[in-house]
């Protein structure tokens, strides 16, 4: 009969390293020791500041997310704090992941949106955008309001324009229609607008 | 309590409903098609009247602007339906026996035995149909050792798996020669499983979040986590997840439910394709 | 690539692409040319589309969570089943070593947002052997 049984043999905990043990292995070449040191830091709120810098530099990323989801369950000032930078790394994987974690933290990011939305590179503001289109805090219609009236550049905008088809309210519609107006010669956006209001009206 | 159709529609227009799908597709990886704006707008105008929203507006700015999503959760759970029997989602067991142990047994010279793990494993039925159908399509099921764990969370329900003993709509998809060849009748209670088949699993209890109890699980070459994790938070998604690339081997498996995708969850997989199916691969290096 | 050959059946083409009124805009344009259109919302689930469904092309943004752009047309350009398949990428980027390096990815053609209708429309139907009206 090919079925074999075993039993899980329950493994007797190791003695727990202290916080510099794991710090130090969180540099090891072998990626399921900075997996396990990442798990061992992550519950320690006081190892925030060293997770965001080693996450910079962090090439696997079973060990990004491990990171990841501890500086969610933190989510503090100082995890935003370590997060904002990666907005603006050529690291697709990093950025994005950055992004996903600042979603979570409505209360924590709400300060610092002015800010983003004024970065001077157009990519970070729609970044800035995409961290407002999933996030769950009342200020969002307005700040994305004043993307549509005030941003410059037309993808910044598009990408609002997109986030206010889920999050608008009717309040918005005049500067969605002002944003028609800014880019009337653009195919696409006379169209999402007009798609952004039928979603917002719900008709 | 039947609702007519025309009652749907005046609480919920179309271009609302398409707002409410696109959302949910986004959250979670499931399409409502447009025939299923009934079932769907029930349960919305359930949750909208146990809230007490007026409008399907108000409704909908609840589960986009909530913080803890305690709402969305409710909806899924509302949305989803989830009963077990033998041979459930059996096109996901053909790519286990025709693309995944033929790759895991090419590759497998150390004698190791090749490790499945269901989990939760629920009364059973999963890591049982495992067995039956690994025994029945796969040829080479006698050339190679084959463990068979499963877990849950609940004990009484893995009380009940160890018995083995199941009713008629448990076994609805399995060919009457099957239920003959590994179930015998009891009376008044249904078919019981062989007893060298209940003997073959290995059922243990525990809670995926609880990372003491995943440390025991290593080296596993196909996890079969199907319709769980899209009840959890995204928190408890994510560290659950995270501790099953650490139970898998390299190049090892997880296979999720029909519903379920793991492009809402994680990007630590790899999606590959065995027997027409999107299964996940834990990369091999 | 033979240009005069009509497909018999309309030709099916994936948007991969987050933002939903992109999504709109690229079915109106593509459905409007006698597509077939399906959509996935981010890289991974792209990928898993292109693998199941059968695609005569695929139209894919390049910044989306879960899996880029570059990422997505690299998987499909190693599936044995897929390599062939037409990709058109979409960047806000307007730089040329983001168009070389959609290229070196495996891209067939690079375009920059804002789209216009009229030539993602001319390039579908190129890259898929449509005729042109």
Known sequence: MALVRRNVVATADDVPPDRDDWIADLTSGDASIRRRAARALSRMPDAVPVLCTHLANEPGLSVRSIILTGLIVHRSAAVVNGLLPLLASEDANLRNSAIEALQQMPDEVAPHVESMLAHPDSDVR?????????????????????????????????????????????????????????????????????????????? | MTMPVAQTETVISDEEFAKFREFFYRKTGIMFDAQKKYFAGRRIIDRMDKLGCATFREYFATIRFEASGDEMQRLVNQMTVNETYFFREDYQLKALVAGILPELAAGRNDGRPIRLWSVPCSSGEEPYSLAIYILEHWPDADRHDIEILGSDIDSAILAEAATGVYGERSLQRLPPELIRRYFSRVKDRGYRISEDLRRSIDFSQGNVVDPQFMRRFRDVDVIFCRNMLIYFDDRSRRETIEAMYDCLSPGGYICLGHSESMSRISSLFQPRKHADSIVYQKPSR | MDMITVPKRNPRVLVVEDGITMRMFYRDVLEGAGFEVEEAVNGLEGVERAMTGSFDLLVVDINMPKMDGYQVIRTVREDPALWRVPVITISTEDKEQDALKAYDAGANFYMTKPVRPKDLEEMARLLTGTAIR
């Open chain 1, 126 to 203: 729609i970044f800035a955008v995409d961290v407002l289109a999933a996030l769950a805090h009342p200020m969002v219609p307005e700040w994305l309001r004043r993307v549509v009236t005030n941003d410059p550049h037309v993808n910044v905008c598009a990408a609002a324009l997109d986030a206010l088809a889920e999050a608008g309210e009717p309040d918005v519609i005049p500067a969605l229609q002002g944003l028609a107006e800014r880019f009337s010669d653009v195919a696409f956006i006379r169209f999402a607008v007009d798609a952004a209001i039928r979603r917002i009206r719900g008709r």
